[in-house]
């Protein structure tokens, strides 16, 4: 089996902040995949841990994705309510989407952002990627925070997917964010992403008047 297929075997964003971060890896030592799924592919791998031993990881491989935090000129942002199966209930959202397969994150940004809400923007500033799902999944959401912001009014929707757009003050869906009203993790870690690099970039400002 390919060492490739084994995420223990290399990671673009591997943190660097422990300089013993290698002495907890695990060596992939097999994959076999389990749902060949048109997102979603399953794997069960066995792994060699520190210690010698051998232990059994089960992990979802997914594309990535992208999520957007959109900011008009008047304070206001936009999210979207959308239903999810897996949890029987409707949530209220980032704009957000995954990567086509060549896609840098910038450019599924600017995608998603047109899809679901019928915006484009002309300045897109990266707030930083996450892994969402760090014990069952190699997902990485990138986050954006998107201005100068013009409406084409339009949607386009992928099949089989609705989302209702939902317009509100940033500093309300932030307060929302904080306490604990959203149910969506990418949600309120793009919110609190984008509020904290809005309050830093107002600071530095200051201190240069």
């Known amino acids: 089996m390919p060492d490739s297929k084994l995420p223990g075997n290399g990671?673009?964003?591997?943190?660097?902040?422990?300089?013993?971060?290698?002495?907890?890896?695990?060596?992939?030592i097999s994959s076999k995949e389990l749902v060949d799924g048109k997102l979603l592919h399953a794997f069960r791998d066995?792994?060699?841990?520190?210690?010698?031993?051998?232990?059994?990881r089960e992990w979802i491989r997914h594309p990535g994705a992208a999520a957007i935090v959109p900011l008009?000129?008047?304070?206001s942002t936009l999210l979207v309510r959308q239903f999810r199966y897996p949890t029987g209930r409707t949530f209220l959202e980032l704009p957000a989407g995954k990567r086509d397969a060549g896609d840098d994150p910038e450019t599924t940004a600017h995608r998603e952002l047109m899809e679901e809400t019928g915006l484009s923007a002309k300045k897109l500033t990266p707030l930083g990627p996450l892994f969402p799902g760090i014990g069952y999944s190699d997902e990485?959401?990138?986050?954006?925070?998107?201005?100068?912001?013009?409406?084409?009014?339009?949607?386009?929707?992928?099949?089989?997917?609705?989302v209702q757009p939902v317009r509100l003050p940033f500093a309300e869906a932030v307060a929302r964010a904080q306490r604990g009203d959203l149910g969506d993790m990418k949600t309120v870690a793009g919110l609190l992403m984008a509020d904290a690099h809005l309050k830093n970039h107002s600071e530095q400002r200051s201190a240069e008047e």
Do not use: H
């Open 46 to 56: 066995y792994v060699e841990t520190p210690s010698g031993d051998e232990s059994v």
């Open 11 to 28: 990671d673009p964003l591997a943190s660097t902040e422990n300089p013993d971060a290698d002495s907890l890896r695990e060596k992939g």
């Open 72 to 75: 008009f000129a008047d304070g």
């Open 140 to 162: 990485i959401i990138w986050f954006f925070l998107a201005e100068e912001l013009t409406e084409s009014g339009t949607q386009s929707l992928d099949a089989g997917e609705a």
